[in-house]
């Protein structure tokens, strides 16, 4: 699923409009009714008060069709004009005079005097500003955003809560309107993925407002949601003539004193998507734990308590390093020695991307599309400090392009991102926020660049399936008892999920989790 820029729908709407030969009041009249719906089936009619607050603009104007249905189909329904402008747009006056045309005027709103009484047990429908904001709300909008949010109703917003920008960072946080739930047209958009943007989205889904497809696509967006439909054409089916040579020879480098469950973990990760072979290569300390921990795996030692030579004697196919591995100065020496020879694809994590920090210079050494795995701060240790998630993005896909790299910056909704294109993932919550998941994260991709995933999709493959298994797993351990081992004991579920023929869930909660 795209994700698309304001320019981008605004060109997708035009396109629509033309090639479908319809209006805009057509395709308002479209958007607006299955939001419309959307409430509908889920009030069957209640006798519930709810405020419809219109801007002067389209996003206004989607708001007065549905106060229009609500009207028509009996609802205690009051609609208000937020009349910040004197500047109105055809499509809204078009349904501003239909609203009339039964019988209902709206109440226009001129300043903080008049806004009206709204409690708890209320709904307000939120389309005073739309996806295209380019400058915060002042004045009495600014107060009436302030007001509706100090109720603590429950707020649904139309496309975008008022306030937020579609494409830069908040300016101003008390300006903004925190909505309950959010029905977006046709695509997400990147601010909701955003943790910056948390207070002002709850919850959120795509309507599909029938877009045209084929000019969206034209337009070759940059950004991407990934759900399952984007996953199942990148699975690779087993021959039944394939052995275990068939799916590559995964080698994973990691661990230190005290740290050999990393290791541990990045190793049973890659045996258990289906890399054929996998061999650990660890100090001497952790030689009997991995071996009984995992006797399908083979073993290499190094020094006694922490990797110092790195002298590798597996004909690996891809290479995992860095989980658990301490950045010790012997350590560090060895790692320097090893990125400036090897030549085979890696995926780096933990202490292998904290080395890297540390000697930028070995960056330039790293085999082309080498998959790296930051959290937030190794990330910020790689590319420096940012201002806002936008500038942290940007920096982000600046650094892709400059070393021909992968990121994978986990997170709530972990984001990959392989030069200008971004990928952001639609699985997984909180209960991925506990040690070793991303240790349990390097060993899938690497399983999978073992068996012949380009290090893009593998990327995009392991992410959606590591967040996939906690989805599926808390319905029956909870947030707080799922550990990192959990992952790989859902895992088989997560992987026959993709050929679960059910609707995938349209809607999305914004909590978060800190991998």
Not at 201 to 212: A, F, K, Q, R, Y
Request: one cysteine or more.
């Amino acid at each position: 699923m795209y994700i698309l820029s304001p320019k981008q729908i605004a060109q997708a709407d035009l396109a629509t409009i033309k090639n479908n030969e319809i209006t805009s009041i057509d395709l308002m009249e479209l958007a607006a009714k299955q939001c419309f719906n959307w409430l509908h089936s889920r009030l069957q009619g209640q006798n519930i008060k709810i405020h419809v607050f219109c801007g002067i603009g389209n996003n206004g104007g989607d708001g007065l069709v549905i106060a229009r249905h609500l009207f028509e189909h009996g609802y205690n329904v009051s609609c208000y004009i937020v009349n910040f402008s004197d500047k109105r747009t055809d499509e809204f006056l078009t349904n501003y005079n239909r609203l009339k045309e039964i019988g209902e005027w709206p109440t226009v709103i001129t300043n903080e005097a008049e806004f009206p009484k709204v409690v708890f047990e209320d709904i307000v429908i939120d389309a005073i500003l739309g996806n295209g904001l380019s400058r915060k709300p002042t004045g009495f909008t600014k107060k009436l955003i302030q007001y509706i949010n100090s109720t603590k109703v429950f707020t649904l917003a139309i496309d975008f809560p008022s306030g937020l920008f579609g494409d830069k960072t908040v300016i101003d946080k008390n300006s903004v309107l925190r909505a309950g739930h959010t029905l977006t047209f046709q695509t997400p958009k990147l601010a909701f993925f955003l943790p910056e943007n948390k207070e002002y989205l709850n919850t959120w889904e795509v309507l599909d407002i029938g877009l045209d497809e084929n000019f969206i696509h034209e337009l070759k967006p940059k950004k991407h949601f990934i759900t399952k439909s984007d996953i199942i054409p990148m699975y690779k089916p087993r021959n039944k003539w394939s052995h275990k040579g068939t799916f590559g020879h995964s080698l994973i480098i990691g661990g230190s004193f005290g740290k050999i469950g990393a290791v541990t973990l990045a190793t049973k990760s890659a045996l258990k998507i289906g890399s054929g072979l996998v061999t650990a290569y660890l100090p001497k300390c952790g030689y009997t734990i991995l071996q009984t921990a995992i006797p399908e795996a083979m073993v290499e030692v190094d020094d006694d308590s922490l990797l110092t030579y790195y002298n590798v004697k597996t004909n690996a196919t891809v290479i995992g390093i860095g989980p658990g591995m301490g950045t010790a100065e012997k350590t560090a020496v060895g790692f320097e020695k090893f990125i400036k020879e090897n030549k085979l694809p890696l995926v780096i994590d933990a202490d292998g991307i904290n080395l890297l920090s540390k000697n930028n210079d070995l960056l330039n050494y790293l085999p082309k599309n080498t998959v790296l795995t930051p959290h937030l701060k190794e990330l910020e240790r790689l590319i420096g400090n940012w201002e806002n998630d936008y500038d942290k993005l940007q920096k982000a896909t600046e650094f892709s392009i400059k070393y021909h790299l992968i990121l994978v910056i986990k997170g709530f909704n972990t984001i990959i991102i392989d030069k200008e294109n971004m990928y952001i993932n639609s699985t997984g919550n909180p209960a991925l926020a506990t040690a070793g998941t991303g240790d349990v994260l390097t060993g899938l991709i690497t399983g999978l660049i073992a068996q012949g995933y380009q290090p893009k999709n593998a990327a995009i493959f392991g992410v959606y399936l590591h967040g996939k298994t906690a989805d599926i797993a808390i319905q029956q351990t909870g947030y707080e008892t799922f550990i990192a081992s959990s992952i790989l004991k859902y895992l088989p579920e997560a992987i026959l999920d993709l050929f679960n023929q059910e609707n995938e869930t349209e809607e999305v909660s914004e909590e978060s989790n800190d991998k």
